[in-house]
Antibody, heavy 120, light 108 residues
Framework: QVTLKESGPALVKPTQTLTVTCTFS??????????VTWIRQPPGKALEWLAR???????YYSTSLKSRLTISKDTSKNQVVLRMTNMDPVDTATYYC????????????WGQGTTVTVSS | EIVLTQSPDTLSLSPGERATLSCRAS???????FGWYQQKPGQAPRLLIY???TRATGIPDRFSGSGSGTDFTLTINRLEPEDFAVYYC?????????FGQGTKLEIK
């Protein structure tokens, strides 16, 4: 069974750096074609894709947020970490990670999400 | 960058009716990398359709996807009470992976 679970702080102050972790099971990021991606959703708004990391350590970022994002993986721990610098209240959102295999399969399994509020 | 525009923003129907949700891309996209997601309040999105027409694991056959090029459709036959939710389309062929703004399917 494939599962993913996000974790991170519920509250961060403006200008701080957010670190959220995706811990997964049921698949390996050492497997060719495997990818994990991050998506966020501000309250009452649409989904916004943020970043992707591949089995071969290739990384891709949202065009508008690229300068603030860093994605990394620890395959020994089955974790993917997303860092977002210079947080602002507009970054208040639920942050999701999902499995995203190479091919036609889409983002097929999602975590439950972790809600982050940016406020002083 | 591709823009996906969903219509309508809100669709009000009764259980048992058929829902037709549309998604239009600002430029032609590869059908293989087109999908639909369902999101209920307080829950994570769930993949419904991938490759424009293939139902994901466990998705009932009352859900179907169609389309190509710039125009895609999600059809839900014989609406069940649990189908009332927000639906998002997405193209995932190449980064950035854009979502539509969502269509809210509500009970009439």
């Amino acid at each position: 069974q494939v599962t993913l679970k996000e974790s991170g702080p519920a509250l961060v102050k403006p200008t701080q750096t957010l670190t959220v972790t995706c811990t997964f099971s049921g698949f390996s990021l050492n497997t060719s074609g495997m990818r994990v991606t991050w998506i966020r959703q501000p309250p009452g708004k649409a989904l916004e894709w943020l970043a992707r990391i591949d089995w071969d350590d290739d990384k891709y970022y949202s065009t508008s947020l690229k300068s603030r994002l860093t994605i990394s993986k620890d395959t020994s721990k089955n974790q993917v970490v997303l860092r977002m610098t210079n947080m602002d209240p507009v970054d208040t959102a639920t942050y999701y990670c999902s499995r995203f295999r190479l091919g036609e399969y889409g983002m097929d399994v999602w975590g439950q999400g972790t809600t982050v509020t940016v406020s002083s | 960058e591709i823009v996906l525009t969903q219509s309508p923003d809100t669709l009000s129907l009764s259980p048992g009716e058929r829902a037709t949700l549309s998604c239009r891309a600002s430029q032609s996209v590869i059908t293989t990398y087109f999908g639909w997601y369902q999101q209920k309040p307080g829950q994570a999105p769930r993949l419904l359709i991938y490759g424009a027409t293939t139902r994901a694991t466990g998705i009932p056959d009352r859900f179907s996807g169609s389309g190509s090029g710039t125009d895609f459709t999600l059809t839900i036959n014989r609406l069940e009470p649990e189908d009332f939710a927000v639906y998002y389309c997405q193209h995932y062929g190449s980064s950035p992976y854009i979502f539509g703004q969502g269509t809210k399917l509500e009970i009439k």
